[in-house]
């Protein structure tokens, strides 16, 4: 059903919206959207972070925990 939307019938859409909403609803709703996805990447970026960090810790820690097995 979709596929049949052509550029008049997604400008027509976009028409009403504006009549609907108004510029300020939908500049100020853009601009929240905006603001999800950023706050969204910066929560994915700091779990990544976070994952490596405890990654190279773990990596660090790589002595026996007694040097008595390293005696013959």
């Known amino acids: 059903m979709l596929n ?3 550029l008049p019938g997604l400008l027509l859409i976009a028409v009403v919206v504006l009549v609907l909403f ?8 853009m601009g929240e959207v905006g603001k999800g996805i950023t706050a969204f990447k ?9 994952i490596e960090d ?9 002595t026996p925990e007694s040097e008595e097995k390293d005696k013959v």
């Open 42 to 50: 910066k929560g994915v970026n700091d779990g990544t972070k976070e």
């Open 54 to 62: 405890q990654a190279a810790e773990a990596a660090k820690d790589v």
């Open 4 to 6: 049949n939307i052509g």
């Open 22 to 29: 108004g510029r300020g609803k939908i500049s100020s709703l």
